[in-house]
Structure formats: C-alpha cells, structure tokens
C-alpha cells in the first residue's frame, strides 16, 4: 500500500471514530478538524520496533482527536518519542503516535502532563504495520 492510499486509509478509521463519538454524544453538528473526544483510551509506550505487550497499555483520559491526532493526560511524564494508541471500542483500532508536545499542568489530581501526539500509521495486532 503506497503512502496516499495509507493516508486515506487513516482519514478514513478517524472519521469513522468521530462519527461514533457524535453518535454517543447525541451532537449533529458539523465535523471539525479538531472534537472533542472526552472518553478513556489505551496507550503504551513504543520503542518505535516492537509492538507494546497487552499489559503495556494504561488507561488515559483524552481530551480532542483530529483526523491528525489526539490529546490525552497522563499521570506520568512519557518516556518515549512515541505511543501505540488504541481507540474506539472492542474491537480497537490500533495507531502509532508521534508525541509532539507536553506540558506540565496541575489538577485536583495534583500534577499531570497534557499530551499531544500526530499519528503516523495504523498498526494491525495481527500482523504488520498497515501502512
């Protein structure tokens, strides 16, 4: 699969998991680059070679999702460059994430780190990278 069928392919699954959160929410409005997505997903950390065991994957509370990417907090300061996302519900779908930046903040919870990442590719469990 070249790299403008994988780009669409990605559109594609996101805009499907935008769909299914304005389903849940009960919104009609239009589709912005940028919603909302207040729901808890599961990240791990990735070493950007082999794909994170099941027991890798933490529960984070995020906060948006883009056709490019998501925000998520996180009690811990990531230690990798990147993170496997898996988002929507069983049966998940699975996406490498570029971290791209992180900001200190405190909450009722104490101090939390704002996390946002790019995706990159779609990552089958299966197999191999879809992309």
Known sequence: ?????ADAELYR????????QRALLGSDRRTDD???????????PYDGESLPEQDAFREK?????SSSGLSFFSARRPVTSHVVVALGQDPFL??????????EVESHNGTEFFV???????VDYEGESQA
């Not at 699954?13 to 299914?20: H, M, N, P, S, Y």
């Not at 946002?116 to 779609?122: E, L, S, T």
């Open 1 to 5: 699969m070249g790299q403008v069928e």
């Open 13 to 20: 699954d996101i805009t499907v998991l935008l769909k299914e």
């Open 34 to 44: 940028r919603r909302p997505y207040e729901r808890w997903q599961l990240v791990a």
């Open 61 to 65: 509370r995020c906060i948006d999702l």
């Open 94 to 103: 699975f996406f490498v994430a570029e971290i791209v930046h992180i900001h």
């Open 116 to 122: 946002g990442c790019n995706f990159q590719n779609r």
